[in-house]
């Protein structure tokens, strides 16, 4: 994502919300489906359903990220 992507996520992301992201990592191209649950200033960790009652968190950095399911949703409007 670039700097403007960043933004624009940043913008609507909210911790608990679920989301969908397909990131590059190694030559490849892979993608993980949760929730939020940490948002820092280089990347955005998710919350992934594994099997039966296990999840991890995964960790995925911004500029890795090429498509995000937030950027179907508007951007909200400050009051």
Request: overall charge neutral.
């Amino acid at each position: 994502m670039n700097e403007m992507g960043i933004k624009l996520f940043l913008a609507k992301a909210k911790i608990g919300e679920s989301i969908i992201i397909s990131y590059h990592e190694r030559r490849n191209s892979l993608s993980v489906s949760g929730d939020i649950v940490k948002i820092g200033d280089n990347s955005v960790t998710v919350k992934e359903y594994v099997i039966n009652d296990l999840y991890r968190d995964v960790e995925i950095p911004f500029k890795n990220i090429w498509y995000h399911s937030l950027e179907c949703q508007p951007v909200p409007r400050s009051m």
